[in-house]
Nanobody
Framework: QVQLVESGGGSVHSGGRLRLACAASGMVFEDASIEWHRQGPGKQRELVAQISNKGVTNYDDSVKGRFILFRDDDKSSAYLEMNNLKPEDSAVYYC??????????WGQGTRVIVSS
């Protein structure tokens, strides 16, 4: 079945960096558009970044210039490179894949904690 597994979360100081990974299985990954969402404590889940199956990216203004989303279709994975992390970036980060016909699927999330 379709599975998405996030990894790479952790605890860092303000200004640090992390690379999150989203490993997919059970799908033709190259057909999927990938999104990263995050949900901080007491907040609604929000879209952070997205990449189409053709590699076109879009970022929320809050992370633009700091985060980079890219994909490696040979590895059926997408990565979120997070630079200059801020405390307000603290959240559980979720990977979402949107597939033709099959629909959308979510990973279990990985937690990012940024301390000042």
């Amino acid at each position: 079945q379709v599975q998405l597994v996030e990894s790479g979360g952790g605890s860092v100081h303000s200004g640090g960096r992390l690379r999150l990974a989203c490993a997919a299985s059970g799908m033709v990954f190259e057909d999927a558009s990938i999104e990263w969402h995050r949900q901080g404590p007491g907040k609604q889940r929000e879209l952070v970044a997205q990449i189409s199956n053709k590699g076109v990216t879009n970022y929320d203004d809050s992370v633009k210039g700091r985060f980079i989303l890219f994909r490696d279709d040979d590895k059926s994975s997408a990565y979120l490179e997070m630079n200059n992390l801020k405390p307000e970036d603290s959240a559980v980060y979720y990977c979402r894949a949107d597939l033709p016909v099959l629909g959308d699927f979510w990973g279990q999330g990985t937690r990012v904690i940024v301390s000042s």
